[in-house]
């Protein structure tokens, strides 16, 4: 029912390329699909109708009733119920702390001036989250038959993180989903979507394989485009709210929010968390005044170094199809509002009256409290337990601390040692460590990578070649390790260095996305070779495969690749028996819990590839040419 990846990458291109040349006859053409599939939905209805009635007609005139006409009223009942069922689409709310006019004035006042500049509908709820972000939901009362209720989900975080001009453009980003034409119909075009899913999962529940196989043929046609056509649709959207936030706050209030929102995000998460997380070393309950503290933090000026290095990792990321959001740098680049090497990132100001401060007023300290508390009773049994392990953690690094002065530890201890060192003591006392490390081993990935960040930290630009050294030995830390040299360079005022760094990452980005799609599909052109598994790996992987009765066989090769060779991809391909009870849905639903099942239990180094073979006999005769393939037959099977 869903195209591979690379399928759908090429399909949203060439729709990406239409929708930008022809707009209006993009949308005309989501539509006639949208409308292709309620069509279909009615048709096969209308018919199950008029059947139901020429049974029902047939019954009553005939003198006796046969169990063929009741079989066929029954299904017919239950395939009309099923599909009535479906097209009532019901969603659950949102979930969050109600904000009532009496108690936040100001939030309501911006809010009902933005809605009507916008001419977006009125909120019935709006609704405080702990969650850095803001979002619009539109629950439809009446399922596809409309009556909206709107919710405005705002997050604490969010405002505490952001000046007051700039909350106002990531309001007017948000409302400006639902205002004008284009958003109420992609609110419908997603409803039409969620009849989709809810049909299937109507059917395949009623245990009527014959009623699902009436809808099958049009579904697996129908619903890679329609996914396709409107993720196109919802992507352009974020394109025309971002206008909207120009519209209310200006270009740089509007590019300014986006940018200082990717940075706090990292700011929370890399800085903030982690601090308070740090605590659990020595505090055997989570601190009462969370927020209070992330009011604090935030409010203050984060230091242009750590907004340089969150900055330069945003702008490195890539518009993808696993989310309708555009990247950051497309979506500046949207608004020409791209900062170039020689501009400084002007966001690194202390705020000297947050969002929060302004719009939810009085309300505000009762809110942190309300928030403090229900994250300090989330946590605190997950707290407890860490404080445990912390203890024990310390204790390992006293009992190796006090080996260490009787004999030499072997490597693994002492970069346990270094570790914990650096986590429970200071930076400084774990460089000689690390040195020692390095010189017993200097190649050591964590430990050059961890040295050259401290060393650099400290502004010496000796770190540099360990960081080289770990990247040279890890692919997996290219982007993270030319972010941390980019930013020492820049700090220095050597800019061209920094240029060549940042390009160094953007292109290994690159190379990271083509053995993504290298290693997530399988084509017919692909090369593969016999597996390097030892005996003893590949013993406990035919044990697990003798506990799935439906297996026959299994084929396990090793996939010849461009990109990243030296992280192998293991291919385990897997033959079932089929059973003619099974209906054709029946079948492939059992392949891919199987394909799952297999996916959670492997214990092979690398990456695996799983799927089922039955339907790619050419692959077979290809896999069986290689030497030790087959590494598991059912007995009896041949």
């Given at each position: 029912m869903a195209f591979n990846q690379e399928r759908f990458d090429k399909l949203i291109q060439k729709l990406e390329a239409f929708a930008n040349k022809q707009p209006h006859l993009y949308k005309l053409h989501v539509a006639v699909l949208a409308t292709l599939g309620y069509a279909y939905i009615l048709l096969v209805l209308a018919v199950t109708l008029t059947l139901l009635v020429g049974i029902v007609f047939s019954m009553l005139n005939a003198q006796s009733i046969s169990n063929k006409s009741l079989t066929g009223l029954l299904f017919l009942l239950t395939l009309a119920f099923v599909l009535l069922r479906s097209l009532w689409v019901s969603f659950p709310p949102p979930t969050g702390l109600p904000l009532e006019p009496q108690d936040v004035p100001n939030l309501y006042s911006l809010?009902?001036?933005?809605?009507?500049?916008?001419?977006?509908?009125?909120?019935?709820?709006?609704?405080?989250?702990?969650?850095?972000n803001a979002g619009v939901v539109q629950i439809p009362r009446l399922g596809l038959l409309g009556w909206q209720q709107n919710y405005l989900i705002v997050g604490l975080p969010l405002m505490l993180a952001l000046p007051p001009e700039q909350f106002r453009a990531v309001l007017a980003h948000e409302l400006g989903h639902l205002s004008g034409n284009h958003s109420r119909f992609s609110a419908w075009i997603y409803r039409q979507r969620e009849t989709w899913y809810r049909i299937v999962k109507g059917l395949r529940q009623s245990g009527h394989n014959i009623s699902l196989l009436i809808?099958?043929?049009?579904?697996?046609?129908?619903?890679?485009?329609?996914?396709?056509?409107?993720?196109?649709?919802?992507?352009?959207?974020?394109?025309?709210?971002?206008?909207?936030?120009?519209?209310?706050?200006?270009?740089?209030?509007?590019?300014?929010?986006?940018?200082?929102?990717?940075?706090?995000?990292r700011f929370l998460e890399n800085y903030f968390w982690s601090s308070i997380y740090k605590k659990v070393q020595t505090e055997i309950e989570p601190p009462k005044m969370t927020y209070a503290a992330m009011q604090q933090a935030l409010i203050q000026r984060v230091s242009h170094e750590e907004a340089t290095i969150y900055f330069m990792q945003a702008l490195a990321e890539k518009t993808n199809n696993t989310d309708t959001h555009p990247c950051l740098k497309d979506r500046l680049k949207a608004?020409?509002?791209?900062?170039?090497?020689?501009?400084?990132?002007?966001?690194?100001?202390?705020?000297?009256?947050?969002?929060?401060?302004?719009?939810?007023?009085?309300?505000l300290e009762k809110l942190i409290e309300h928030f403090s508390q229900a994250w300090r009773e989330q946590i605190a049994t997950h707290w407890r337990q860490k404080y445990a392990d912390c203890q024990q953690s310390i204790a390992k690094l006293k009992d190796l601390n006090h080996k260490s002065q009787k004999q030499q530890l072997t490597l693994e201890e002492a970069s346990q040692r270094a570790f914990l060192t650096f986590e429970f003591e200071s930076e400084e006392a774990v460089i000689p460590l690390l040195q020692e490390i390095i010189h017993r081993d200097a190649h050591h990935v964590s430990a050059n990578y961890l040295l050259g960040q401290i060393l650099?930290?400290?502004?010496?630009?000796?770190?540099?070649?360990?960081?080289?050294?770990?990247?040279?030995?890890?692919?997996?830390?290219?982007?993270?390790?030319?972010?941390?040299?980019?930013?020492?360079?820049?700090?220095?005022?050597?800019?061209n260095e920094a240029k060549s760094y940042q390009?160094?990452?953007?292109?290994?980005?690159?190379?990271?996305?083509?053995?993504?799609?290298?290693?997530?599909?399988?084509?017919?052109?692909?090369?593969?070779?016999?597996?390097?598994?030892?005996?003893?790996?590949?013993?406990?992987?035919?044990?697990?495969?003798?506990?799935?009765?439906?297996?026959?066989?299994?084929?396990?090769?090793?996939?010849?690749?461009?990109?990243?060779?030296?992280?192998?991809?293991?291919?385990?391909?897997?033959?079932?028996?089929?059973?003619?009870l099974e209906g054709s849905h029946s079948y492939e639903a059992d392949n891919s819990k199987l394909v799952n099942s297999l996916l959670q239990?492997?214990?092979?180094?690398?990456?695996?590839?799983?799927?089922?073979?039955?339907?790619?006999?050419?692959?077979?005769?290809k896999l069986k040419r290689i030497p030790n393939s087959m590494i598991y037959q059912k007995k009896g099977k041949k």
């Open positions: 809010i009902n001036e933005i809605s009507s500049k916008l001419q977006a509908p009125r909120f019935h709820h709006i609704l405080l989250t702990n969650n850095f809808v099958y043929l049009f579904l697996i046609w129908y619903i890679p485009f329609f996914n396709a056509y409107s993720f196109v649709l919802a992507r352009m959207n974020e394109y025309e709210a971002d206008r909207c936030a120009v519209d209310i706050a200006g270009e740089e209030n509007a590019a300014k929010s986006l940018i200082n929102v990717e940075i706090k995000a608004l020409g509002y791209l900062p170039n090497n020689q501009k400084q990132v002007a966001i690194s100001a202390p705020i000297k009256i947050s969002a929060a401060q302004e719009f939810l007023g009085d309300a650099l930290k400290e502004q010496d630009p000796t770190g540099i070649k360990y960081i080289e050294t770990a990247m040279d030995k890890d692919s997996d830390i290219v982007i993270e390790g030319c972010q941390i040299i980019y930013s020492f360079f820049k700090q220095q005022g050597k800019i390009e160094r990452a953007e292109n290994h980005s690159k190379l990271i996305s083509k053995a993504q799609q290298e290693r997530y599909n399988l084509k017919k052109n692909d090369n593969f070779e016999s597996h390097n598994i030892s005996d003893l790996e590949v013993n406990k992987l035919c044990h697990q495969l003798s506990h799935y009765p439906h297996i026959i066989a299994v084929y396990l090769v090793q996939k010849n690749l461009q990109y990243f060779p030296e992280k192998p991809l293991y291919i385990l391909a897997v033959k079932r028996g089929f059973s003619f239990e492997n214990q092979l180094p690398g990456n695996v590839f799983v799927f089922v073979l039955n339907s790619h006999l050419n692959m077979e005769k």
